[in-house]
């Protein structure tokens, strides 16, 4: 691992290791906070089913990885899902696909019961949304009429958008893209390329096209300090075949990152303009932090661990 990316690893695991009790729904207040509660706890699901892959998972993940297990087997967490109409079946099928191995599936199977065959299908779904729908659906193993990536690639984010002419109307600060698209450029090379365990699928001009774009979203958010999706973007260079500290953008993004990292290991927000202010007391702290401090960690890992044959 790289200075830098060991670095970032080590502070970020770190701090997430010792917040583990904000992560669990079960903890004090949890019920006050449905939705981000129930959104963490995934967060953190994914963040350990992707080092779980590594040739050599981090120790620093043990405790989160016995939290997972213990979640995974208790009613609750899937109830949480059903008090939020408007996620219920993209967090249940999500909690299902990230299911630790060798636990108790009972409340896995209810969850996936429960799911109604018209959420599995593409009918009403954009091309994004149908690459992710796929995504978590095969790795849950469950049944769906989503079509082939192959046949979802030209029109998805990352081949179809394009970058704004600078002054456009993308943003008011220039980015080439709004933030919403940003991030489903992000999610798709994520999907696609099952956050970095597979090769995306994209060849010829269409690479060229995603990887332009990605280094020019990238110089933007070092530009803008906007953390998070510049610690996503460095993940979608390492999917779609770069080396990040090989290429200007991407090293800066390490930097910028580096720079934004506090002596605990958080990264205190999504960007600069929404840090949390150190003084803010704990939980409010947390909710600001954990995915930016989450994201930080996942593709530090990633992307210094040698690449699947």
Request: with cysteine; charged share 20%; proline share 9%.
């Amino acid at each position: 691992m790289s200075a830098p990316l060991e670095r970032l690893a080590a502070g970020a695991l770190g701090w997430l290791g010792g917040n583990l009790d904000h992560f669990d729904p079960l903890s004090a207040g949890a019920r006050s906070a449905t939705h981000g509660k129930a959104k963490a706890a995934l967060e953190l699901a994914l963040l350990c089913h992707c080092a779980a892959r590594l040739a050599d998972p981090p120790e620093a993940l043990d405790g989160a990885g016995a939290l997972v297990r213990t979640l995974w087997q208790d009613p609750y967490l899937p109830g949480l899902f059903a008090d939020l109409p408007r996620y219920a079946s993209t967090y249940g099928l999500i909690y299902a696909a990230l299911a630790p191995d060798g636990i108790d599936d009972t409340q896995v199977r209810a969850t996936l019961s429960r799911l109604d065959p018209a959420f599995l299908s593409p009918r009403g779904k954009s091309p994004y949304q149908r690459i992710e729908l796929r995504h978590y659906a095969d790795k849950a193993g469950v049944r769906h009429t989503v079509e082939p990536y192959a046949e979802l690639l030209p029109d998805s984010p990352l081949v179809a958008f394009r970058a704004a002419e600078p002054g456009g109307p993308a943003s008011q600060d220039g980015a080439p893209l709004t933030g919403p698209q940003a991030y489903a450029v992000t999610h798709t090379a994520f999907y696609l390329g099952d956050f970095g365990r597979t090769a995306p699928g994209l060849h010829g001009e269409a690479l060229a096209h995603a990887r332009d774009l990605v280094d020019r979203l990238l110089r933007h958010c070092v530009g803008h300090d906007r953390w998070d999706l510049a610690a996503e973007l460095v993940l979608t260079q390492f999917i779609l075949g770069s080396e990040p500290l090989e290429t200007p953008a991407g090293a800066a993004a390490v930097e910028c990152l580096l720079r934004a990292q506090r002596p605990d290991g958080s990264v205190p927000g999504r960007s600069a303009a929404l840090a949390a202010h150190p003084s803010a007391p704990g939980a409010e702290f947390f909710g600001k932090a954990y995915h930016t401090t989450l994201v930080t960690a996942l593709m530090a890992l990633v992307v210094s661990s040698p690449r699947p044959s």
